[in-house]
């Protein structure tokens, strides 16, 4: 009861000294109005109702005492951790207040009441305000700010645009709350200076056109351009060559012996002399083609393979010329080719 007393006598005191001074007149009276409408919600006990009016004033007239005003209405309501935090902005306000040790009592019976639920309150305040409050990577708001938590160990990030970011670890005592301040370091970020440039460093340069250069075809791509796709070309058409003759003589071969078991069957006995003559003959030209035809071949066959180790050294493009010339006893195979 003595306690209600003291506290409505100091209301009633602080209203005095107050309002005596004034940055403007016309906020002030405003200020006031509010301020008394408060007081009369207080003496109510319409807590909830006083502290509205007591933050509608402290907007027109920031003044320490309707901080402290407003503890005292959240701290009758049964608000602790408002109670709490607006005590702490009191003082924050008016370091050297002289009610400064009943202010510290209030506090700490406040502390109490939070140890039994098992939390603190911690303030975060930064020079700055305004800066971003995370606490174990988690954004919880903007300074001034006021949280309860359990006892232990947490991380803080204060950060601001402009300004160099905070990172500190702090720890929470189960019986008693925590404040913490700090003060935000702007960026020196230096912008890059523009080159200064005379009128006499200017120099009008005409653009420089390349001409493109002629393109220079070296002699030995020329060779290469005039080979054929293929260095072994003539081995390939004079080995075809010998296998095409060699299948020609076949066919004579087996024409040959064709007649030749014609005569030597029974069947031949039936035939006339000039009959046996003829398939005779015909055995020996079949017999005579078949050998031209088989050295023809060979010859070819053997013309390829010294072709194919002379194309495989040359470089140049002279083309072999291969003759087939007729004889008395079959055919002449003629090659020719410059080295």
Known sequence: MLRKISGLMIIVMMAFSLFAQTPEESQKEEAKKHFELGKAYYKQSEYN????????AYSLYAHSVILYNIAQAYEKEGNIPMALRFFREYLRASPNADDKNIILISIQNLEKKLQEKGIQQVGIYSTPSEADVAINGKVMGKTPFAIELKPGKYT??????????????????????????????????????????????????????????PEVIKKEEINKVSEPSQKRFWTYIMGGTG????????????LANSNESDLKSESNKNRTQEEVQKIADNA????????????????????????????????????????LVPIQDGFLLSYKRDF
Do not use: R
């Open 284 to 323: 020996q030209n079949y017999a005579t083609m078949a050998n031209i035809f088989y050295g023809a071949g060979a010859a070819c066959l053997v013309s390829a393979t010294v072709l194919f180790f002379v194309e495989g050294k040359s470089t140049t493009t002279a083309k072999p010329s291969t003759i």
């Open 156 to 213: 803080l990030s204060l950060t601001k645009k402009g300004y160099m970011p905070i990172d500190k670890e702090f720890v929470v005592s189960p019986d008693k709350s925590l404040e913490l301040d700090f003060s935000l370091n702007e960026m020196n970020i230096e912008q890059p200076k523009p080159p200064v440039v005379t009128a006499e460093k200017v120099e009008k340069k005409e653009p420089i056109v390349k001409k493109p250069e």
């Open 243 to 254: 296998g095409l003759l060699i299948g020609t003589g076949a066919v004579f071969g087996i």
């Open 49 to 56: 109702k006083a502290i509205e009016e007591f933050q509608k």
